[in-house]
């Protein structure tokens, strides 16, 4: 028992002693770790402190060195002694603390090199010698990354950083070119300038792969901006000398000119600046290989060219304005034209799909391209404006004439001439489009077709290479769009040579609409753009003449070319419609066929509202498609044919006019029907009765017509007179009397000595604005369109003639395209139209007249005045926008002051009429349904 008791003694002693040695072992090791850190942390002390001695040492040798070797009358430091000096404080740099330093030491290399004759003194000496060649390259390449680094973040507007930079661009330019090196102008510099030249051409090389390009391009885009005219004139030259220097020793390889592209070209109106700069920074963009190396890489999808999906929008608009420029600049457009076009129309292909159709909460406004689907760099948007004047240059006429090949050449000022204009001197562009339209007007388009334009010639690709350009340009540049229009439009020759070209095509117009509605012909792009640019010019310079301008002195186009383009135009829009499906699917917006039927329909549009008015031509067949049956159209009319229904609700008159009202007639009966307003075996419709004393007769047939229903005015009404002793008259109606009680109220509320219709100056009726006088005068308005629409609905005609404006407003197509209120003011008040006529063709500065966009008018002996635009009181009227003037004023004469009594009308009038029974006719037309036959009002009959 005792020796067990023993053994557990011993063993507890054991484990204890272990224990103990553990703990030992632990300590012994915490403590050397201990040790060990202090000494670490002692070491990293002694460094921080050593390396801040010598870093004070260092810095302080460097300042004094440089203070030393910086002064006029001592520099004489060797450049052995500068190395040490310089590669001490590279060995310590720090970004914080150093850069003011690193300015200081670029400063010296530059100095060094140019205040003294001194060999020993070049810093570049030190390249001669084996023992500090290797260094010193390091130590220069060194230089170069640290000062490129330290210029992206140095600012122009401040003038000490703008001097800094000055300097550091200045050391890279002086060590990246031999060429004025004083080394070389030595005795026997002749024989180490290869060397020399190799180990400029290594240090550039050096600088590309840091970033120079990148560095570059923001140094520019800062010169670019608001940077003052000093600022540009020391920095910008330097800049771009270095990123042509570099380019132009790669012999312009492809990753040279991608980056030049990427960084440098697409700095905003960066050849602009150049012109303000300095003759020198001009010379070097306009090289005409630079721009033929950029053309390439841009206008070509071969390997090594530019991808432009990795440049923003703005970049390549930038881009764009830029190469247009220096290729007017150069001659490149001049000498290149198909590569200009083509490059042009690659960059503005990238830009295109960016650019929304309609606004929404997801776009965003660009002073350039209009809405687009994505938010833009506001960086650029402040000097976007300023790419404006460069992409001008490319409508400007004596480009025109260069990329249009059918425009006989002129003597006129070239683009080179306009380019080279001071930059701060406008394009004055409504000033060269008002001399520009003065001699349109004065010109006539020839008879006859001297020559035929085969279309498998380059005469002819030319021709569709401009087209497609503008087409482009105008669908990319939004917001320019109007401008870029009225330069082509209003060309000297340019509309009239593309008219002629169309008429001169092999075949005659036939051929040419065949191409254009069949898709598979080869020709069938090509013709669908030109045919689209000539639809668009036609309407931009059609649109704007007055009867004056079109009948009478016929300029630009004679009474015969309106009638061949309108027969022709008749043509294609109906074989668009009805032989090219993608035209009437809404899902192909922006399909080549679909831009061309928009174009050609709204100048179809604008002559047929001219034609309807007052024809060109006494042949008014011209209009109808004879190959077109009506019966054909009434079946695919009742098995909903997208092409059928397109056809009638954009041209319906390419049936005869009787075709139509039988239509009409047609959808009356089905409306009926669907409305339970005809009688059937099973049910008969309930007539309303009316009771009509002969002595109030306006004031029963308002006072209980007005109260009913559409439903209920559609359908049949019963009258009862009552006579002047109070007794019903014998008969019940069987319309016959309704026909009569109805052209009996219509005819009296017409009555102009009611006030409420006034008469024209060619006797015809339109609302008065004294109605408005009334208490009750817009119910009244829209009794009386009911009746009116009553009448039509029944097909009974009443002899109240209108005026044309007011029968464009029952029509509702007073904002379309087509409609000019101007055009239909010379019926309406003529004394007015004359005096608006002169004010439009005024020679001198209709400033000058002292008008304003204001109007006067009496109302009961009190004037009023009242506003075209917000403001427009105080806004005077110019030459540049006399023509807005002149619409705004037949606006609110015609519609304006009208509108309550017109839309009253209107809305009771397409309460019984549906609108889109009323688009099968032109206004004329509405008026012969109305009436019968055009009549002249007769006062007399109607009180």
Known sequence: ????????????????????????????????????????????????????????????????????????????????????????????????HD?????????????????????????????????????????????IRLSLRHISFLEIKDMKQQQDLEVLLQFILKLTDCSDWKLLSAKGGDAI????????SKLLQSAVVEGLYSVLGQVLMRCSGQAKVSAKKAIFPPALTLAMRSLIQSSYSKPYVQLFIQNIWTVPVISTCAQTTSAFCVELLNRLELVESLAKAVGHGESGSVDLRSLDVNSVLSLTGNFIETSVRCGFFRKHRDQFVTTVCQLLSHVQPVVAERDSRHTHWHPVLGLLKEQQDSRYLNSVSSVIPQLQLLWHPATLEILFPIIPQSETATAETSVNRNPKEKLGFVSRLKKRLNTVFQMSIPSSVTSRLQLDSDKWQQLHDACRLFELSMLTLSELRGEILSSISFHESLPQQLWLSLQSVGGGFSSVINMATRKESKLHVSIC???????????????????????????????KDLTL????????????????????????????????????????????????????????????????????????????????????????????YRERVKMLRELVSKDRQALGLVQTRDAAPRPTYVRIHR??????????????????????????????????????????????????????????????FKTSADQRLYPSPYSAAQDNYQALFNFVGRMLGKAIYEGFLVDVPFADFFLTNLKGTKYSAAYSPFDELASFDPDLYKNLSYVKHYDGDVSDLDLSFSVNREFFGKVETHDLIPGG???????????????????????????????????????????????????????????????????????
């Open 99 to 143: 850069a003011k330093r690193l300015v200081a030491m670029c400063r010296y290399i530059v100095s060094s090199m140019d205040r003294t004759n001194n060999v020993k003194v070049w810093y570049v000496s030190l390249a001669l010698s084996k023992k500090y060649l290797v260094l010193w390259l390091d130590q220069i390449k060194k230089t």
């Open 529 to 559: 753009s030109v045919l689209t640019l000539v639809c668009q010019c036609c309407f931009h310079l059609i649109a704007i003449l007055d009867d004056v301008e079109v009948y009478v002195q016929q300029k630009p186009f004679t009474l």
């Open 695 to 756: 002595s109030r007769f306006l004031e029963d047939a308002y006072s209980q017509l007005c109260q009913l229903s559409s439903l209920s005015l559609k359908g049949t009404i019963r009258v009862k007179f009552v006579n002047e002793q109070g007794l019903d008259e014998a008969g019940i109606d069987q319309d016959g009397v309704f026909k009569e009680f109805l052209e009996d109220t219509i005819t009296r509320v017409f009555d102009p000595s009611l006030s409420l």
């Open 1 to 96: 028992m005792f020796s067990s008791s023993r053994e557990s003694d011993k063993g507890s002693t054991r484990s204890l002693l272990l224990q103990n040695a553990k703990v030992a072992r632990d300590s012994r090791k915490e403590e050397k770790k201990r040790q060990q850190s202090a000494v670490l942390l002692q070491a990293h002390i002694r460094r921080h402190q050593t390396q801040r001695r010598l870093g004070r040492d260092l810095r302080k040798m460097f300042d004094e060195s440089v203070a030393r070797s910086t002064c006029e009358s001592t520099v004489s430091a060797a450049a052995t002694e500068m190395f040490q000096v310089n590669r001490g404080l590279l060995f310590v740099y720090n970004e914080q």
């Open 193 to 200: 300038r290869p060397m020399m030249t190799q180990l400029c």
């Open 565 to 656: 383009l309108s027969s022709f135009l008749n043509q294609l829009v109906f074989q668009l419609l009805w032989n090219v499906p993608s035209v009437t699917d809404p899902q192909f917006p922006d399909d080549l066929e679909t831009r061309l039927m928009n174009a050609a329909h709204t100048l179809l549009m604008v002559l047929y509202e001219k034609d309807s008015r007052r024809p060109f031509s006494d042949d008014n067949v011209r209009w109808i498609v004879r190959d077109l049956k009506a019966s054909s159209m009434q079946t695919e009319l009742s098995r909903n044919q997208p092409r059928a229904k397109a056809v009638m609700k954009r041209v319906p008159h390419v049936l005869p």
């Open 873 to 943: 009181r105080a806004m005077t009227v110019t030459n540049e926008n006399k023509i807005r003037y002149i619409h705004k004023v037949a606006h609110f004469h015609m519609y304006t002051q009208l509108r309550h009594q017109i839309t009253a009308f209107v809305h009771g009038f397409h309460s019984i009429v549906n609108p889109e029974w009323l688009g099968y006719f032109s206004p004329r037309e509405i008026q012969q349904l109305i009436s019968g036959d055009s009549v002249a009002l007769d006062i007399e009959d109607l009180k």
